[in-house]
């Protein structure tokens, strides 16, 4: 047994909030407490992403800023764990003194037996294997007072796009197994959650034993007491008829769609290794809202990869301009070691990708707004995530996943679906009364 208090911080995406998730299980089985205030914890770990050079930066910025911590009590020990500690390894520990022990992307399941291992001989180290080993652990995640849980149906990732450093720091892509996934959405459901968002760099290419991703998701929806039924990423060159059939024909599966066309010129898409052309990710897009006219669908783009001209990038402004999509993360290219594309050789500079950035941005938000503002007068399920009392105001998520707020109403609790006629919308949050 461990018997430590920890404190955790989480940076990046769901796919680390799960495994966050999956190691506060594991702590408190061991034995551990975890805390709000990290002046109490005995234990400080850090769960990091490397998927732009700003995040990594930020990471490494936070462990700067935590020796003081660390020096704050004899005795304290700190894990860094996730993308930058798979990326960076020994020569995290060379290079900051407060870090005691750095684990890779599929090290985490071991993170008892590593901290064990650690307090017995005192040895600093770096273990960033990441080959599975043995078979998968079932791990119910803790989501402690939410509605939703995030769930890894896979893991890794194969597709190589040619700026990403995924594919290096997470590994092969392995789905888990159905009969696994089902059981720990079972569990959840059974402490009260009602969310479930499945989680994988592509779920699309998911594949157990003969259950494809549609299959899981129509087996997810099943499960009694789960009310909705998310995931993220699909992946345009993988999103197929079936799953788009299978959503429209599930009132649990929430309509919403997240993705990503990263660039609307072919030329830059062939060049990313996206493996479809702006035609076919638009001819998706059709049949999705065909299908489901209250689709809510959105993407995330890159403005600045290498050798993108402004012909390019003009082609991806248009690509928002006609496919509207309600929401997008907009992102200035980022070099990342290791990659195909860090070695192309026409590197644009940090002017032109802000320049493009700020001018995805203003047209993305100004179309932002306009879904927003389509939505007043409509009356939309929302399912209730918390109550924020300083303004009165209840906050919760419609089926498309956009912000809702509305104001208080006794007996309305976080994990109730309650009506909401929207009557107020920003750019980022809809506003109504409870009918
Ligand atoms: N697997 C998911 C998302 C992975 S990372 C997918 O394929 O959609 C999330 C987003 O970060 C990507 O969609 C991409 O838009 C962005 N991204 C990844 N690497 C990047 C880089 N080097 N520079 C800028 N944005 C990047
Ligand atoms: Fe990165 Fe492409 Fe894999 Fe997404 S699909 S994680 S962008 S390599």
Request: aromatic content about 6%.
């Amino acid at each position: 047994m461990l018997n430590l208090i920890y404190y955790i911080e989480t940076y990046g995406c769901q796919m680390n909030l799960y495994d966050s998730a999956a190691v506060r299980t594991l702590l408190n089985q061991a034995g551990c407490r975890e805390t709000e205030d990290p002046e109490q914890a005995q234990l400080m770990v850090i769960n990091s992403c490397a998927v732009r050079g700003h995040a990594e930066e930020r990471v490494l910025g936070r462990i700067g800023e935590l020796k003081s911590w660390k020096k704050g009590k004899p005795g304290r020990l700190m894990v860094l764990m996730g993308c930058v500690g798979q990326e960076n390894g020994e020569s995290l520990l060379e290079r900051y003194s407060q870090l005691d022990l750095v684990l890779g992307t599929e090290q985490y399941r071991q993170i008892v037996a590593h901290l064990e291992s650690l307090l017995k001989t005192g040895k600093r180290t770096a273990i960033t294997g990441l080959e599975k080993a043995g078979p998968d652990l079932s791990i119910i995640p803790r989501f402690e007072k939410q509605v939703g849980a995030f769930l890894a149906v896979m893991r890794g990732c194969d597709n190589f796009c040619s700026y990403c450093i995924v594919p290096y720091v997470r590994g092969r892509e392995y789905s888990r197994t159905s009969s696994d996934l089902l059981g720990e959405i079972k569990s959840l459901a059974e402490r009260g959650i009602k969310e479930i968002t499945l989680v994988g760099q592509n779920v699309n290419s998911y594949l157990s034993c003969g259950t494809d991703f549609p299959g899981l998701l129509a087996q997810a929806a099943d499960v009694p007491g789960i009310v909705r039924i998310r995931f993220i990423t699909s992946h345009p060159k993988d999103c197929g008829i079936k799953l788009l059939e299978t959503m429209a024909g599930n009132q649990k599966i929430c309509r919403h769609l997240h993705l990503p066309l990263q660039s609307g010129s072919d030329r830059v898409l062939a060049m990313m290794n996206r493996k479809y052309t702006l035609g076919q990710y638009r001819e998706i897009v059709s049949t999705a809202r065909k299908l489901m006219p209250d689709l809510v669908l959105t993407s995330d783009l890159i403005a600045g990869f290498p050798g993108e001209s402004e012909d390019d990038f003009q082609r991806t402004l248009d690509a928002i301009q006609n496919i509207r999509f309600d929401s997008a993360f907009t992102y200035k290219y980022s070099i990342r070691p290791g990659t195909k594309a860090a070695q192309m050789p026409d590197q644009l500079g940090d002017e032109v990708g802000q320049d493009r950035l700020a001018r995805m941005i203003s047209l993305q938000q100004k179309i932002s707004l306009e879904s927003n503002l389509a939505d007043i007068g409509k009356t939309l399920a929302v399912l209730v995530e918390k109550a924020v009392p300083k303004r009165g105001q209840m906050m919760g998520r419609s089926p498309g996943n956009k912000p809702v707020a509305f104001d208080c109403v006794s007996g309305v609790s976080p994990g109730d679906t309650v009506k909401v006629r929207v009557n107020k919308a920003t750019q980022s949050t809809l506003t109504g009364s409870m009918l």
